[in-house]
């Protein structure tokens, strides 16, 4: 499975920005999609999961502003942030797990001014 991330960019405070994640080989194997984040000098953090079922999952940091959601096909996963804070600011990397083995795209960056 191949993840190609993108939409992120530079806002302002309380601003909002929608990435798109697209998936492309075997997509139909998929079992979650979720999205991570690496903010500079700190580890990397889930941020909001959804399974084939289309539950969801948030960190506390992010619930009530941000929504995954995803395709019918699998193979588009998008992450719509709203009310976003300059400590939102990082790489977001989107991610998919097929059993036990995960995959990842190569990260887009959200930056956050105040």
């Known amino acids: 499975v191949q993840l190609q991330a993108s939409g992120g960019g530079l806002v302002q405070t309380g601003g909002s920005l929608r990435l798109s994640c697209a998936a492309s080989?075997?997509?139909?194997?998929?079992?979650?999609m979720a999205w991570y984040r690496q903010a500079p000098g700190k580890q990397r953090e889930l941020v909001a999961v959804?399974?084939?079922?289309?539950?969801?999952n948030y960190a506390d940091s992010v619930k009530g502003r941000f929504t995954i959601s995803r395709g019918n096909a699998k193979n588009t996963m998008w992450l719509q942030m709203n009310s976003l804070k300059p400590e939102d600011t990082a790489v977001y990397y989107c991610n998919v797990r097929i059993i036990a083995t995960y995959y990842w795209g190569q990260g887009t960056l959200v930056t956050v001014s105040s």
């Open positions: 080989g075997s997509v139909f194997r998929i079992n979650t």
């Open positions: 959804i399974t084939s079922e289309g539950n969801t």
